[in-house]
């Protein structure tokens, strides 16, 4: 009895208005997570949730829902495996708490014959499935809610029938899915749905196993993974009241969507081609039909609500501000790597909480049928009697009625044996079912299988394949009695051969297949061991179940569906995963990345295998961005994953970010299906493709545009000594590798371009403050570009910029060369050398762009905007004081003043400094003609300067290559074939040798390079020299 008065307190509250209820929850970390040392983002205190920026601390938002629990900490398992509160009153929400709140509520509006909707929205990962499902003993809304529907069935006697209507035939499927109808009375619907009753929650369960299943076997047919769909589940419930003559009918829509990562922008980049994919698709008009409820429930006139613009929008119309009464649970992650997702996922759920529906109690249209041709009959049966008593002359309208009579009675007939027969079907399913479940289970005491693994945890081991004694063949055949069926990209029509003699089960792959075992492609008879991992095609991935006797108690849940693809990648030489003996944990930034990249690889495997069935000649080629490149201070980059894109036949090359290649993924899939439909369609011809799409909507073609394929760092110390440097640069690509060699000058000279003598050496930069500096960077010749090896149809620029320039400078372009001159030369000048400027050039590089232009696509250019420059065409990096700078063009009479000033004040400071040491060697002459030993070795002090100077210009020479050489050990890794790991240990040991050494070294030069210059500083001082 309490539970009862509870469940109808929570139905009142929810039926008062008839507004969407959101709840949110947040779930704890996951090992992903934990391994990335995220931190928690989220607050909530009471019904309100807190967000906060991990990049801007003080940026909070804040959201205020109907439900909000915490479900990330404060939590224990008991002994029955249920996860509850540590303690009693603790905050932790449990499986329990979220349905005594949600799930009994949306009961209680069936049972009074109201329709209801749940509906689960959040990322990817985010335990929508946890929290719709359950796992194990913790079961989740949808069970529960199955079981005390039933509950209610059997404590009312007036409650006769129960429907599940399942969305997936178990037939032969339309290839386009089925037709979404529409009907004035019942708006829209699916055409040729399956209604199945059932009076048990277990038949229930039974059935979305069923529906699971299906949905599984689909997704691995349409190559899309379950993300990319959404779950929709109807219960209808129908009630029938004898005393009262009341009879009510509810549908009960549980709606689990897909991850709503998928439908997020990336922010700073558009693609040009639409929004890929119908499920983006889908989740874009959803939104933009809840923002349009929203905008009517506050008083806005809106002209039109989106419905018809998507399926899904169409089958959640009574959901949303219609005849229902609906509860939405948001579902998001806490971490800080989430916090995109996370606050779209919010931003959501609060314009969902505006929504205005508008329930009604449903009766059931049956019944009233069956009534209104009750009352029908009854009323020609008076007619009949009363046309009887007339006479003959009514025969022919007697005969009519008495048609219409007869046709009502078929009718009604038809009615009432109509849900018999569903009864007789639904059995008939039952028994076939249930006689598969257990024929199953036989087997798999029996026989080794392979279990299918699905980036969905919840559609992982769904799908069984029995491996019987003898040779079977799997692939796409399925004529053969000994063929294992399966489809999927890159599957043959015999794609391999297993053969279980003598309780060993081995693995022969055929001629053009693609088989992988634990990571490594396989060509040759392979045995397979209990828990091995298959890969076969481009990504069905599967695990190996080996006989009873070799199972023991292992833990099978480890190998999802990630450490599939972590051992892909530890194959291609990625190993982010664990750190080794003495080397300290791994970055958490590289262990995102390394995550990005698994999730990317079956998705470049797809597209590869697209591209090869379409004769595109287009390549995927996954990269980390920034691998191996620093800033200007030597800082690493932040890495990301980008995927490098070639059209094998043009030579022409992309460089497309993850977002825009995930985008591209599902456009490349919308074009697979039409062309696998149109083959489907005429088997006469072979080696059919899709109709040429226009080259502006192919998702496999961009326009080529200029390509970064390297930097190299000039560092820029040498110009606070004004000692002039010449280097040759290795211009190094994202990942490491050598894509030319730069050679490139910086030259320290006059305001008029001439170089700077040894003479003119500084022993102290600090010399340079308040003064003019004047140098020139000269980039001579690139040679032995990669870039232009590979096709000789391409040109080459580098781009660079100084200080504070906000825009880069560019070099000519130069094509069709490998070792082409350059011969670019630019002039800098500081106005007045400040200390910030000179920190700049004793600390930092220019950053020396190597960019590839291909044909077809325009030559950088340097912009001018906001760049000060002479009228002589020097760059202006620094001018006197903080005065605000006009313009070029307003603002070059005053620079040239002023560059005038700067050059008369210089001249005057020398004159000066010349007059005072002509002064000081005529004392010194005069000392030497009285013979003073110590005063002629005094006289020498200029002559000591210059070589001092000299040696000063070796020693810079000499460090810059010994900087350079330290870099090129940094990036030292042995090859791929050296995959041992105590070469590894020594690889990493070294290093690690290396990198305190650099440290060091560079260290002891600076102080060293600090204490000459204070101690010839003091000795001037002491002289008088230029004091």
Known sequence: MPACCTMRAKASDMHSKDCVKVAVRVRPFNKRERDAGSRSIVSMVSSSITIQDPREPQSRRSFCFDYAYWSHSGFARDRGGLYVPEEPGGRYADQDSVFQDLGEGILENALQGYNATLLAYGQTGSGKSYSMVGYGPNKGLVPKLCDRLFQAIRENQDTRQCQVVDLLSRGSRNPGGLRVREEQQRGFYVEGLRTVPCDSAPQVEQLMEQGTRTRTTAATHMNANSSRSHMLIILQLKQIFSKESITKQSNINLVDLAGSERQRSSGSEADRLKEGTAINLSLTTLGNVISSLADVAVGKKVVHIPYRDSVLTKLLQSALGGNSRTVMIATLSPADICYEESLSTLRYAERAKRIQNRAVVNESPTERLVKELKAENARLLQRLSRLGQEGRRANDETKELRQLLTHNELQIRAIQTLWEQHLQEALKDWEQQYANITQERRMMQMHPYILNINEDAQLSGVVKLFIQEGEWDIGLCDSSQRSISIKGLGIQQRHAVFRNEQRRVTLTPLAGSKVIVNGNAVSQTTELQHLDRLILGSNCTYLFIGYPSERGGDDWSRYDYDYFQSELAAAEGIHLGESSAGSSQTDPSLLAVFYDYIKLMPMVAEANQMSQELNKGVEFKLEIKNLALSDSKGHDLEKEIAVRVTCMGRKQVWMWSKAKFVNRKFLMEEAYQQHQAEKSGDNKVEGLSTAALPRDKDPFWDPVEPLLLGTAHLWLQSLAFRIPLE???????????????????????????????????????????????????????????????????????????????????????????????????????????????????????????????QEGCTDLISSLEGVRMTTEGIFIIEEAGPTHTAPVDSAEPSCSVRVLQQDLEELKSVNTSLRKENHSLREQLNAARNGGDSVRGRSVRPSCDAEFARALKVFYHSMTSVRAQLQRLRRHRPSEESDLLGLRLFVDEQSRLLRDFSEQLEQSVSTLKQDVAAIVRRKRERSGIWS
């Open 727 to 853: 280097e040759q640069l290795e211009v190094l690509g994202s990942e490491g590798t050598e894509e030319a060699i730069l050679q490139a000058q910086l030259v320290p000279c006059t305001f008029t371009g001439l170089p700077l003598g040894e003479d003119d050496i500084l022993i102290d930069p600090s010399e340079l403050l308040g003064r003019r500096l004047d140098f020139q960077l000269v980039l001579e010749q690139c040679c032995g570009l990669r870039w232009i090896r590979e096709a000789r149809n391409r040109g080459v620029q580098i781009g660079f910029r100084l200080f504070d320039s906000s825009q880069p400078l560019y070099s000519p372009a130069v094509w069709h060369n490998v070792n082409p001159l350059l011969d670019h030369r630019v002039h800098f000048a500081s106005l007045h050398t400040s200390q910030r400027l000179l920190d700049y050039l004793q600390s930092s590089a220019v950053v020396l762009e190597l960019w590839g232009l």
